[in-house]
């Protein structure tokens, strides 16, 4: 009988508490009134009377004795009904146990205790201290589940690989069976992901024995509830609305479609399954107490990048202009990858490469640059026209502003120098400017120089050079200090002044 376990094993605490009372051979002990012993448990109970020498049992809740019991057949009348009350229809076939928390000890005395065993039986009761003849399931993780039948939790166990293959546009039962039958899969999910292998980390041991009844697991679904998220977690629900598709709630809550399936295996059997308005759904994300672990294939196109522009320069080609001999191309490989998983999660450290394809080969841009230098042509790039330059009024710093006022941070009245090559066309003066120059570079561009300190060193037809100094910064004109009033133009006209800043490169 299973409930006579009980009887036969556990800690033999409380056996010294007797023996100092049991007479030697040929010795006979007498229990007066004045001894007043007591047992000291849970229940605490007396000692009434000496006889003949039986067995006790002793039942112990933590190492701590809770009581001792007076008659044993009433002990194991206790246990059938509570099996018949309470467990029986759940559990057929089978007999209750005491909890995992209870264990007993039996000894033979020639004292007998006062019968409080409905007392005892009545506190174990109370407080649930039963067990019943189960499965533990224990890995070698540390993780241990209790079930009712072994065979529910091997085939959620084995379903529950099903969350860790590819399941995008493949149907990961099959992939699962070709593995199981050595066979390799040959079909890629949507993502480009081909499974390889798998296998659980966590060996298991399986002993049949009593469990305790709270964390039994009594079905399929509870065992797929455990490998999802052990005993204790916080569920997350959605309540479905208009229009919800399995694969839109899976996207929105941020879980896999087959974590959804197999979290809500009770009512959802398909992925195309249709939905109910004010269903609730189990989005908690999978969390296993149990590791697997997973190979798979991806196949990546990837970039391939060309070197960087290359310039070729071109004697023939007047200076400023360029044009793109090569255009700039990228190129990519196929690339084969062997990735492990663990638990859905990538094991970066495990990544290798398998192979790599070149699919197009990249094309480095090739720029012609011209290097032929006209005297009064500009190269289209201008420097600022002073020495030690800074802006004291920029674009726009006042409405109408469409200059830069520049000084020199040194020289108040240093320089002025030519921002590029070109012909001299206007050297004039007038109230607001002062004196001013206006160059022509002959390639669509004009500069302006307002409030020189002087007429400017040359006349009107004269070519410069890029930096030759055309005269001094002053304040002539309309002016609160030294400095330069300085504009790129379109035309050698006041109104067609242009953004400077793009143009000015040294």
Not at 139 to 146: D, K, L, M, T
Not at 283 to 294: A, C, F, G, H
Not at 350 to 375: A, H, N
Request: overall charge negative; charged content about 20%; some cysteine.
């Amino acid at each position: 009988m299973l409930k006579k376990i009980g009887l036969m094993t556990g800690l033999l605490l409380g056996a010294a508490a007797l023996t100092f009372l049991t007479p030697k051979a040929n010795e006979t002990y007498v229990l007066s009134a004045s001894d007043k012993l007591e047992t000291g448990g849970i229940i605490n109970q007396r000692y009434v009377s000496e006889g003949n020498q039986k067995e006790n049992l002793s039942i112990y809740y933590k190492d701590q004795l809770l009581g001792i019991v007076h008659d044993l057949d009433e002990y194991e009348a206790f246990l059938d009904r509570i099996y018949d009350e309470k467990y029986a229809e759940d559990f057929p076939d089978t007999e209750v146990g005491l909890g995992e928390d209870i264990h007993t000890s039996t000894i033979l005395s020639v004292l007998e205790v006062e019968d409080k065993d409905e007392e005892i039986f009545s506190y174990l009761e109370e407080n649930n201290f039963f067990s019943i003849m189960g499965y533990k399931i224990e890995f070698s993780n540390g993780s241990i589940a209790y079930v009712k039948n072994s065979d529910d939790f091997m085939q959620a166990r084995e379903d529950f690989v099903l969350n860790y293959l590819e399941s995008k546009g493949v149907d990961p039962a099959k992939t699962k069976k070709l593995l199981d039958n050595r066979q390799t899969p040959t079909t890629y999910s949507a993502d480009s992901l081909l499974d390889v292998s798998y296998r659980y980390l966590d060996t298991a041991k399986i002993s049949h024995e009593l469990v305790p009844i709270d964390l039994i697991l009594k079905d399929y679904d509870a065992c797929i509830t455990w490998l999802s998220f052990g005993y204790d977690y916080n569920a997350k629900y959605y309540t479905v609305v208009e229009g919800d598709m399995i694969e839109g709630v899976a996207s929105k809550e941020g879980v896999s479609i087959m974590n959804l399936l197999s979290v809500n295996s009770d009512i959802l059997k398909s992925e195309s399954q249709l939905l109910q308005v004010g269903e609730q759904l189990n989005v908690t994300p999978i969390d296993s107490p149990i590791s697997i672990e997973t190979v798979k294939q991806r196949i990546a196109v990837e970039p391939d990048y060309p070197e960087d522009t290359r310039y070729e320069y071109d004697a023939t080609l007047r200076e400023g202009q360029r044009y793109v001999k090569q255009s700039y191309k990228v190129g990519s490989y196929r690339v084969q990858y062997k990735e492990t998983y663990v638990n859905g999660e990538l094991v970066t450290d495990k990544t290798e490469e398998v192979s790599r394809l070149q699919l197009e080969y990249p094309q480095q841009e090739i720029v012609v640059v011209g290097t032929m230098v006209i005297p009064n042509v500009g190269s289209g790039n201008f420097r600022l026209p002073v020495d030690n330059a800074i802006v004291t009024c920029n674009w726009g710093c006042y409405y109408g502003h469409t200059a830069l006022d520049v000084a020199n941070r040194y020289s108040p009245y240093g320089s002025v120098r030519a921002a590029d090559r070109g012909t001299i066309i206007v050297a004039s003066y007038t109230s607001v400017n002062g004196y001013y120059v206006i160059i022509n570079h002959n390639n669509g561009f004009y500069t302006y120089y307002g409030h020189m300190n002087q007429p400017a060193f040359f006349g009107v037809g004269t070519t410069v050079a890029k930096g030759e100094v055309i005269g001094q910064i002053g304040m002539t004109g309309i002016a609160t200090g030294p400095h330069v009033h300085f504009e790129i133009r379109t035309s050698p006209y006041y109104g067609s002044s242009i953004y400077p800043w793009p143009y000015i490169g040294g």
